[in-house]
Every structure is written in structure tokens, then in C-alpha cells.
């Protein structure tokens, strides 16, 4: 579901983070990580396709087997 993530944005999305849990909210986040991708999807497109999963978010992170 997750896909696009510039370096700047998670950098950002890091303190939105941070500011989310401490008033327990993270739909906050969520919707600043969904409004990243929705602008950058079509210049990031190809980066997240062959983004690693460990590069992402550690609240979106992935594990799998």
C-alpha cells in the first residue's frame, strides 16, 4: 500500500511521526504520507517500484518471511 517516499518527506513524515503518537494520533501521518505520494507519484513512480522494504517507514514497515 505504501509506495512512495522522497528523503525529505521522511524526514518530515519522521517528525509528524514523533508529533502524532505523542497526541495519539496517527491518522495525521497517514494522511501527510498519503498526500506525499499522491504528488510525487508521478515523478517517484519508478523509484518505488525497486524501493527495498526496509527503506520504508518503520510504522508501515513490512516484515515478511
Do not use: C, Q
Not at 15 to 32: A, H, P, Q
Not at 35 to 48: E, G, I, P, Q, T
Amino acid at each position: 500500500m505504501f509506495e512512495v517516499v522522497n528523503h525529505a518527506a521522511e524526514r518530515a513524515a519522521g517528525s509528524l511521526e514523533r508529533v502524532g503518537r505523542r497526541f495519539n494520533d496517527e491518522d495525521l501521518v497517514d494522511r501527510f504520507l498519503i498526500a506525499v505520494r499522491r504528488s510525487y507519484r508521478s515523478k517517484y513512480y519508478r523509484l518505488s517500484r525497486s524501493m527495498a522494504p526496509w527503506t520504508m517507514p518503520p510504522w508501515r514497515r513490512v516484515e515478511k518471511p
